[in-house]
């Protein structure tokens, strides 16, 4: 058995400073999701200890019982280490709740609260501590957690150092544990539930220049083995039960936010990280950030290759050996997948014929399909491709089933539209991203009902270039063309006709786009709450990359493809299409509503993101081991970079086996080498030797 331990220190892990606010955003996030099967917190206590309250020698308290936070008056660097010990205070708090709303273990260390100084200088004043605090009583009231004192001395220390835990889903404790709160006379001295007892050391007060309580603050041998025994009986059991129930997904009890209920999504497999260890960082002068490549908190990209975790049982084996076989069936006599990377990567569309042979995907699809079959999968019509959108919804989402993808359910949603996040709102994935708490555009409470606005001046200008996109869109399914008696006998009320402009993008190409204005007017994306926060990769992950693999005097080649119209790849719910209306002219007896996810409206990005997120999840697992490669996505493009001759393999197969799973690549933007024009700059990808 292995067991992987993380600590939070900024003198092992500097980067990890918790008085960071980012940082702590990060931690809560992985402890909220369920990674740790045990949490335990032990905050600096150097400003809630009584040991500086021994005599009036330096430093001198920064608080107390009555101000728990810190004096009013205190120095500078008085108030910043008040300041810093809030912090992290309320840190230790909030991560001990979120782990005890999760099936693991949770333990919370600190000093015993002792109350009141019964002797010297300082009699009668009381010190502060951390259970004084009204986070503490919240969470005695919550079912699972306990509270016991006891002193250190009882597992064989010399010195005595009462302590106390804040407990979740603890078995038997030691028989020498107090239960129960501490408790005081009407003055505030200390009654119990300790009793007084004599030690051979005593740490109480400041000696040979230090204070007699450094170097205590390590927990007893003993004491960590119970604390180790307890999280591996905790562990067997957990896992014991896990071989015997299905995990299935189920929809959250909801929460709220701005007064609106939406569904908090669980994991539904238990690969809830990529990788061993800590996710790759991004260190720049004065500042880190966590290394995200597009696909989400759980993507194996984000994990160094060494450190990732494949799925390695006999179906993969048989499934990655038999795809490869077919794939290398299918190349023209004389060439290789090497030689292929290099001409995707020099020829442009012209090297593509291997990932654009249609032939070939329909093998590809029918094999995985076949080896599902072999291996229980009992789900029907996974060759089905709903109509208005190009992804084989259903095979992706069994093909991620086998891997243990923890996100994988809503893609069997996309076969009748997704939420507009309106009438329905958006989900919320702790498991899968960080928490979006904030947004830029704020909602009107008189904006409830829809209203129609007129387009902006560049519609007139190209009306002609508009009508006929539009009835190619209606031919693609992408839209319809109703009256709009239709519409409202449809939608009813929930009409809304949002302002259209035309964007020309390139005036010597003529390459123009049509935007749907879904915030100005008829405010559509000031009611639509992304709680997600999705991330994209740019130019500190590509700096990462490229240090990564010149550390490792490796070669990179890099492939860049574009996906075609991406935001408008997936169907949106039908109650709420009427939301995406618009018209060409303001005369016109008749309207357009957009079936799919439409460029300018705030959750198309979102929707397109978890596609794309678990199309690229899945596809490193396709890809396994033996020819591991780093997909970025950002937005409607994808970059691949790969290493040495295995690593071109698997780029060229993870552009065919995505093209293969529906994802719609524009093969005449295809692109490559070793100095390319990728997704947020130009770089030149560094040589080996």
């Not at 007129?454 to 190209?462: G, I, L, P």
């Not at 399914?477 to 009320?493: C, D, I, P, T, Y």
Request: with cysteine; hydrophobic share 35%; aromatic share 10%.
């Amino acid at each position: 058995m292995t067991v992987q331990v993380e600590m939070v220190d900024i003198q092992v892990r500097p980067y990890l400073d918790v008085t960071l606010p980012k940082v702590r955003e990060y931690l809560l996030n992985k402890i909220s999701t369920g990674q740790y099967d045990a949490v335990l917190l032990s905050p600096p206590c150097s400003t809630f200890s009584r040991a500086t309250w021994a005599n009036r020698k330096r430093p001198r308290p920064v608080r107390s019982f009555v101000f728990p936070r810190g004096f009013k008056r205190l120095t500078w660097s008085e108030r910043k280490r008040a300041d810093w010990g809030n912090v992290l205070a309320d840190f230790s708090f909030l991560a001990f709740a979120a782990q005890a709303d999760t099936e693991g273990l949770a333990l919370f260390e600190n000093p015993e609260d002792l109350g009141a100084v019964k002797s010297g200088e300082n009699q009668g004043n009381r010190p502060s501590s951390m259970w004084q605090w009204l986070d503490f009583d919240i969470l005695l009231k919550k079912e699972g957690i306990t509270t016991a004192a006891f002193y250190q001395q009882d597992f064989g220390t010399e010195y005595l150092k009462p302590t106390r835990l804040l407990l979740c889903k603890f078995g038997k404790l030691p028989s020498f544990f107090l239960q129960g709160k501490p408790f005081f006379d009407d003055q505030g001295y200390y009654l119990g539930p300790l009793q007084q007892r004599a030690a051979a050391k005593q740490l109480i007060g400041f000696s040979a220049g230090h204070f007699q309580t450094t170097g205590t603050e390590q927990w007893p041998s003993e004491m960590c083995k119970w604390i180790a025994g307890e999280i591996l009986g905790s562990f067997l059991q957990k896992t014991s039960q896990e071989e015997t129930t299905i995990v299935t997904a189920t929809e959250g009890a909801g929460d709220k936010l701005d007064n609106v209920v939406f569904p908090v999504s669980k994991p539904e497999g238990r690969k809830l990280v990529g990788g061993m260890g800590e996710p790759r960082f991004c260190h720049t002068p004065g500042k880190s950030r966590a290394f995200h490549d597009g696909a989400g908190l759980a993507s194996m990209g984000r994990w160094d290759v060494e450190k990732r975790i494949w799925s390695q049982n006999i179906f993969w084996k048989i499934l990655r050996e038999k795809t490869v076989q077919l794939v290398c069936e299918h190349l023209p006599p004389g060439t290789n997948l090497d030689r292929t990377c290099f001409e995707m990567a020099v020829k442009g569309e012209a090297g593509c014929s291997l990932v654009k042979n249609e032939e070939l995907k329909q093998c590809l699809r029918k094999l995985w399909i076949r080896l599902l079959q072999e291996h229980g999968c009992e789900e029907e019509h996974l060759d089905k491709v709903a109509e208005g959108q190009p992804f084989f919804l259903r095979l992706m989402r069994e093909l991620l089933v086998k891997c243990e993808d923890p996100d994988r359910d809503f893609l069997l949603q996309g076969e009748e539209g997704y939420p507009v996040g309106i009438l329905k709102p958006l989900p919320r994935t702790p498991h899968m991203y960080e928490e979006q708490t904030a947004w830029k555009l704020e909602e009107d409470p008189f904006m409830q009902r829809e209203v129609w606005r007129n387009n902006y001046e560049s519609v007139q200008e190209h009306e002609d270039f508009v009508r006929e996109h539009f009835d190619q869109e209606c031919a693609k399914g992408l839209m319809q063309k109703m009256s709009l008696e239709e519409a409202k006998r449809r939608f009813g009320v929930r009409v809304a006709i949002s302002s259209l402009a035309v964007l020309v993008e390139d005036a010597e190409s003529g390459k123009r786009r049509i935007i749907h204005d879904a915030t100005h007017g008829t405010k559509l994306n000031h009611r639509i709450k992304c709680r997600d926060k999705t991330r994209s990769p740019g130019a500190r992950e590509k700096q990462y990359l490229l240090s990564y693999y010149k550390e490792r005097r490796k070669a990179l080649v890099s492939l860049v493809g574009d996906i075609s119209k991406a935001h408008r790849r997936f169907l949106h719910d039908p109650a709420e299409r009427g939301l995406l209306a618009c018209r060409v002219k303001e005369t016109d007896p008749f309207l357009y509503v957009n079936n799919c996810g439409t460029f300018g409206v705030a959750s198309a990005s979102y929707w397109w993101g978890r596609i794309s997120g678990a199309g690229i999840r899945l596809v490193h697992e396709l890809l396994g081991p033996e020819r591991a490669v780093e997909l970025l996505i950002f937005a409607d493009d994808l970059e691949g970079l790969g290493a040495d001759s295995s690593g071109r393999q698997g780029l060229v197969l993870s552009f065919l086996y995505l093209s293969a799973l529906g994802f719609p690549f524009k093969w005449a933007k295809q692109r490559g080498g070793q100095k390319v024009n990728g997704l947020a700059c130009t770089r030149t990808m560094p040589l080996s030797g």
